[in-house]
Nanobody
Framework: QVPLVESGGGLVQAGGSLRLSCAAS????????TGWFRQAPGKERELVAR????????YYADSVKGRFIITRNKAGNTIYQQMNNLEPEDTDVYYC????????????WGQGTQVTASS
């Protein structure tokens, strides 16, 4: 597992934007597949975006397609999620995650950051 530290959540009005960051302290994270999840109280964690490699088109949930973008810095140790045109339905706790090569599950998780879009 690689420790991941998230930042960038907050409160915005509907239609606004936020950018989440997820920083890893180990270089091996550059080889990990990465994802962003979100979870509301009492609900299951939902995959929002996933990036397996620079050669593969990222996956986005239908609910965020065209509004959210997952990227990674050149060093590979930080991932981002740009969230545009936020809707009240996007209000959740967001988690970044990493999946090491050969693993069938995400085994590194951020601490979670609250995103609230007010109507």
């Amino acid at each position: 597992q690689v420790p991941l530290v998230e930042s960038g959540g907050g409160l915005v009005q509907a239609g606004g934007s936020l950018r989440l960051s997820c920083a890893a302290s180990r270089r091996t994270f550059a080889t990990y597949a990465t994802g962003w999840f979100r979870q509301a109280p009492g609900k299951e964690r939902e995959l929002v975006a996933r990036s397996r490699s620079s050669n593969e088109v990222p996956y986005y949930a239908d609910s965020v397609k065209g509004r959210f973008i997952i990227t990674r810095n050149k060093a590979g140790n930080t991932i981002y999620q740009q969230m545009n045109n936020l809707e009240p339905e996007d209000t959740d706790v967001y988690y970044c995650a990493g999946q090491r090569v050969g693993s069938s599950t995400y085994d590194s998780w951020g601490q979670g950051t609250q995103v609230t879009a007010s109507s």
